[in-house]
């Protein structure tokens, strides 16, 4: 039983607003009605049964019932979305660490389906887009074929060439033939360690792959197929996480889990390879190629003049930081933050190096100078080991206190442009300001 009045339906005790308008169809003796009914996310349930209700109500003889939106669809749907796509992550992400450990970064290109691999030729054209990993290249179908379809691992020429060193005597070694056989990857690497059948899996995915399409391509997402969304993930997700952890027991050399967890996630990748241009600035700075380890080299570089103590602490927390995070068998949001955070506050660190130094030359020659007249000076008086882009960091400590240029850091506007090439120093800068500045390195 419901009641309403102008503006709203009440429905066991619940408060519905509705809105409808009516009139008359063009050169018929008709009429239509059209009903619009809203609800709050706190009374879904109950919205559903005063829907059935009052379409139960409108059909007759004389009615033809017509949905035009259905927002439970489209909740049903986003609802279902949001599963899907994390059971996919979870597929990528064990599919990705045991081929990166069992096989190495050549994974895709030599152990991958003919389908597979055009599909990773095909996306590789896609206008220079960079993909968390190769599993990201292909879509959530092709997921399973990487893991079902059969492919060759050995060549038929390498079976022709094991057919003719045969002699008419010598006997066949059955086991060594049925190695050319096709097979999958499924059968290589997988079956001992995810507890299910293939033929179990296999079904269940092409299903969430027909439900997917739906949420995808569908105006009219049913709850019954969300509820099987529902329970294929309940299914999946801890197999698949269960699957996940026990590879994660594998002994792993540290450099091969820093390159699996690259790997998994774009964003670490982005660190990890930030986070090598420090170092590669860390090296600069004690005059080491790449062959001596990191350690040693920071231990040179105790006490040395050629790099600030504050700044070689900021680069030693974060090789600290990127352990701990490498380490982890799924790096925490806290720590990816923490790491981001750590490599922006070397990087400022590093343009900040400068600072002092350029100020004092340029202060020296009279607050006012050309950036030659600043290069010469730097060659004469600094203690830096100067290395090929010394120059860029001095114009960068200029640049970035200027207000002048595009690269303005927005912090401390110290020195103004006279003309190409040639700048002084401010005139009335706060003193406060300029001692900041100064300890800024």
């Given at each position: 039983m419901?009641?309403?009045?102008?503006?709203?339906i009440?429905y066991?005790?619940?408060?519905?607003?509705?809105?409808?308008?009516?009139?008359d169809?063009?050169?018929?003796?008709?009429?239509y009605?059209?009903?619009?009914i809203?609800?709050?996310?706190?009374?879904?349930?109950?919205?559903?049964?005063?829907?059935k209700?009052?379409?139960?109500?409108?059909?007759?003889?004389?009615?033809?019932?017509?949905?035009?939106?259905?927002?439970?669809?489209?909740?049903s749907?986003c609802?279902?979305?949001g599963?899907?796509?994390?059971?996919e992550?979870?597929?990528?992400?064990?599919?990705?660490?045991?081929?990166?450990?069992?096989?190495?970064?050549?994974w895709?290109?030599?152990?991958?389906?003919?389908?597979v691999?055009?599909?990773?030729?095909?996306?590789?054209?896609?206008?220079g887009?960079?993909?968390?990993?190769e599993?990201?290249?292909?879509?959530?179908?092709?997921l399973?074929?990487?893991?079902?379809?059969?492919y060759?691992?050995?060549?038929?020429?390498?079976?022709?060439?094991?057919?003719?060193?045969?002699?008419?005597?010598?006997q066949?070694n059955?086991?060594?033939?049925?190695s050319?056989?096709?097979?999958s990857?499924?059968?290589?690497?997988?079956?001992?360690?995810?507890?299910?059948?293939?033929?179990?899996?296999?079904?269940?995915?092409?299903?969430?792959?027909?439900?997917r399409?739906?949420v995808?391509?569908?105006?009219?997402?049913?709850?019954?197929e969300?509820?099987?969304?529902?329970?294929?993930?309940?299914?999946?997700?801890?197999?698949?996480?269960?699957?996940?952890?026990?590879?994660?027991?594998?002994?792993?050399?540290?450099?091969?889990?820093?390159?699996?967890?690259?790997?998994?996630?774009?964003?670490i990748?982005?660190?990890?390879?930030?986070?090598?241009?420090?170092?590669?600035?860390i090296?600069n700075?004690?005059?080491d190629t790449?062959?001596?380890?990191?350690?040693?080299?920071?231990?040179?570089?105790?006490?040395?003049?050629?790099?600030?103590?504050?700044?070689?602490?900021?680069?030693?927390e974060?090789?600290n930081?990127?352990?701990k995070?490498?380490?982890e068998t799924?790096?925490?949001?806290?720590?990816?933050?923490?790491?981001?955070?750590?490599?922006?506050?070397?990087?400022?660190?590093i343009?900040h190096?400068w600072?002092?130094?350029?100020?004092?030359?340029?202060?020296?020659?009279?607050?006012?100078?050309?950036?030659?007249?600043i290069?010469?000076?730097?060659?004469?008086t600094?203690?830096?080991t100067?290395?090929?882009?010394?120059?860029?960091?001095?114009?960068?400590?200029i640049?970035?206190?200027?207000?002048?240029?595009?690269l303005?850091?927005?912090?401390?506007?110290?020195?103004k442009?006279?003309?190409?090439?040639?700048?002084?120093?401010?005139?009335?800068?706060?003193?406060?300001?300029l001692?900041?500045?100064?300890?800024?390195?």
């Open positions: 419901f009641f309403f009045n102008e503006k709203e009440e066991k005790d619940i408060k519905f607003k509705y809105e409808i308008r009516y009139g169809v063009s050169d018929k003796v008709q009429k009605f059209y009903i619009a809203s609800c709050s996310k706190a009374y879904v349930e109950e919205y559903k049964q005063l829907l209700i009052v379409r139960g109500a409108c059909k007759s003889d004389s009615f033809d019932v017509e949905t035009l939106t259905s927002d439970l669809s489209h909740y749907a609802n279902a979305y599963k899907i796509h994390e059971i992550n979870l597929m990528r992400r064990l599919i990705t660490f045991f081929m990166v450990t069992k096989v190495g970064k050549d895709a290109k030599n152990n991958s389906p003919d389908a691999k055009k599909n990773f030729a095909r996306d590789r054209s896609n206008n887009h960079e993909y968390a990993s599993l990201h290249k292909l879509d959530f179908g092709h399973a074929d990487f893991l079902f379809k059969s060759q691992t050995k060549t038929n020429e390498s079976l022709y060439t094991e057919i003719n060193s045969l002699s008419d005597s010598e066949v059955i086991e060594k033939l049925k050319f056989i096709p097979t990857n499924w059968n290589i690497f997988f079956k001992d360690s995810i507890n299910v059948e293939a033929s179990y899996l296999k079904s269940r995915w092409e299903k969430l792959t027909d439900l399409n739906r995808a391509h569908s105006a009219d997402f049913t709850e019954e969300y509820d099987e969304v529902e329970e294929i993930f309940d299914e999946l997700k801890p197999i698949l996480n269960d699957a996940f952890d026990q590879s994660v027991k594998l002994k792993i050399e540290s450099d091969e889990r820093e390159k699996i967890v690259s790997n998994l996630d774009s964003k990748g982005g660190l990890f390879r930030e986070i090598e241009l420090c170092e590669r600035y090296r700075s004690a005059g790449r062959n001596t380890p990191i350690e040693n080299v920071i231990n040179n570089l105790s006490g040395s003049p050629d790099i600030q103590k504050k700044t070689l602490n900021s680069f030693i974060l090789v930081l990127k352990a995070l490498t380490a799924s790096p925490s949001d806290e720590n990816i933050n923490e790491l981001e955070n750590r490599v922006l506050d070397f990087k400022e660190q343009n190096t600072n002092d130094e350029v100020y004092n030359i340029v202060k020296g020659l009279g607050g006012k100078a050309t950036l030659n007249e290069y010469i000076e730097v060659r004469k600094s203690k830096r100067l290395y090929s882009a010394w120059k860029t960091s001095v114009r960068r400590a640049y970035t206190n200027s207000s002048d240029v595009e303005f850091g927005g912090k401390y506007d110290i020195y442009k006279v003309n190409k090439g040639t700048w002084k120093i401010r005139e009335n800068i706060e003193e406060s300001i001692s900041d500045f100064l300890k800024s390195n």
